[in-house]
């Protein structure tokens, strides 16, 4: 297909417009990670007496704790953390967009009896 100026300017157009549902995109993937800021997720899980947990905290366990917590729902992708293994203070990384991402600071303690 030639590039005749007619093709030329509806690409340029496609362009223009994937560009600004991009940062639309952006714009409001910034609104929502600002309900991020502060925020710390608790979790209480029965542990073993050398505070090693039963079962690890993992993605899902986050996604819940976050839609509970500050009513946005997340995907598996969106959350980069190692599944979490024992009771502790834990920084995870919730990853909305290439440009927009946050710290969510995490606490497993142990379940009381």
Do not use: C, W
């Not at 005749?4 to 940062?23: F, G, L």
């Not at 993605?59 to 009771?87: F, G, R, T, W």
């Amino acid at each position: 297909m030639p590039a005749t100026p007619v093709r030329i300017k509806e690409a340029e157009e496609r362009e223009k417009k994937k560009t600004v549902e991009k940062e639309k995109l952006i714009s409001e993937a910034r609104e929502v990670i600002k309900k991020f800021e502060g925020l710390v997720l608790e979790f209480a899980r029965k542990t073993s007496s050398k505070g090693k947990l039963y079962a690890a905290l993992q993605e899902d366990d986050v996604i819940s704790a976050v839609l509970e917590a500050i009513n946005v729902k997340l995907e598996k992708s969106n959350i980069s953390m190692d599944h979490l293994k024992e009771e502790g203070e834990y920084e995870i990384t919730v990853k909305l967009t290439d440009n927009v991402q946050t710290k969510v600071n995490v606490l497993v303690k142990k379940e009381e009896s």
